[in-house]
């Protein structure tokens, strides 16, 4: 038998879902972000002398960038140039020297905005010939309504949770010839490091992804917005683009790509702001045309979202005014959310009935819940999932938010849940205390009906 321990009543009521907790955190971003902000709208503190000149500098350039000066105005569907520059710098930076270049770079309101665009140039066909996206289980929750959107079919492959959620090369080949009896199989979606998995690909694992996608003739989608978040003792974050150059012209000629990398997520965290990017890598120049058409359809990503991405990407170099608190803000945060990863993660295998794979990237941990068959009997009963009942108990009982596995399309039987830890450490202490005393009750009402 499980006890309840004692609760204090000052943590009942409190709600952490990942987007609050992502909002929570966007009010602790850096002074440069909410200066440069500022400045630009409202201009006449160009001349406030108490504001560092780098910040003013900056403002000054890029308002000088927008039509009549002013961050009302729509700027060019595929983002102000000055920000593709500075995107294109960053990745260039980012991979090592390969090149990256403005024209290749598209703005957008957020990563899934792009996704979406790029999804409609690829989805053709119905019956065996309509377009099969492989999607990785577990996968981002909203991207199974995004393919359904554009009328692509999604095709699942599994990732190895018993491998620390590993991608297997006899996983992909299942998946692809099963898919032919009922699509036509034209990408691949990949998220690295993985969501809501939190595991970081290894070198190898992409150069075998690479070269499989060249042998099936699949686009390549990259989802790598949580490439500022990598913290696993020994892991680094490699670009797909960087590994595709490295590997030579057999791959970086012919493979077709596109990555995605967004202010919502990672580090930044801004997610009203609203602005990302999409890389096209050997994508034919008229298919490109196509695509700036296409983002046409949202006039153009907010420009206060653009101005954020161009400091996400451009921050201020040794010797700026804004230099070092700015790097010390970023190296904090960094730290926090390493921190947290590393005590959710201690904390959850120390309950009973859960067990976790290690987290080396991103914003979520996601452990796996082994429930007493009488939750699971109580949860089929009421016409749910066992880990909804769980979620939407934890919600009631603590009201404390997190994801259900069954989201994101884990295996039958297997029950998860997603818990978000881009937060104040104190506040991850009071989600944890509520959490442990919620699961002890949970395991222990249910022992009790047996």
Known sequence: MYSRR????MLRGIRVSPQW???????QITALLQQVLSVCLYPELLHDDTLPVDVRQRAQRLLGECDGGSVG?????CGLPPVQRSVAEFITGRDGGVPSYPHNIFISAGSQTALKVMLKLLVRGKGVSQTGVLTPQPYPHTLPMLLEE????LVPYQLSEEQGWALEPGELHRALTASREHCRPRAL????????TGHVQSRKSIEWVIQFAAEERLFLLVNEVYQDCVYGEGMEFMSYKRVLFEMGQQY??????ASFHSISNGIMGECGLRAGYMELVNVDPAVMVFA?????????APVTGQIALEIMVNPPRPGDPSHSKYTQEILTNRITLAQNAQRAWEFLIGLPGVSCQPVTGGLFIYPRLNLPPEAVEQARSDGLEADVLYSQSLLDEEGVCVGAGCEHGQRE?????????????????KVLACLGSFHLHFLDQFSQHA
């Open 252 to 257: 970086s000629d012919m493979v077709e790509l």
């Open 6 to 9: 004692e609760v204090n009543p």
């Open 413 to 429: 039987d297997k029950y998860h849940i997603r818990l978000c830890v881009l937060t104040p450490s104190a506040t991850l202490e």
């Open 73 to 77: 105005s729509y700027t060019d569907s």
């Open 189 to 196: 979606y990949i998220s690295n490091p993985g969501i809501p």
């Open 21 to 27: 907790a992502l909002q929570r955190r966007s009010e």
């Open 150 to 153: 554009v009328g692509a079919v």
């Open 292 to 300: 700036k058409t296409l983002l046409c359809t949202d006039i153009s």
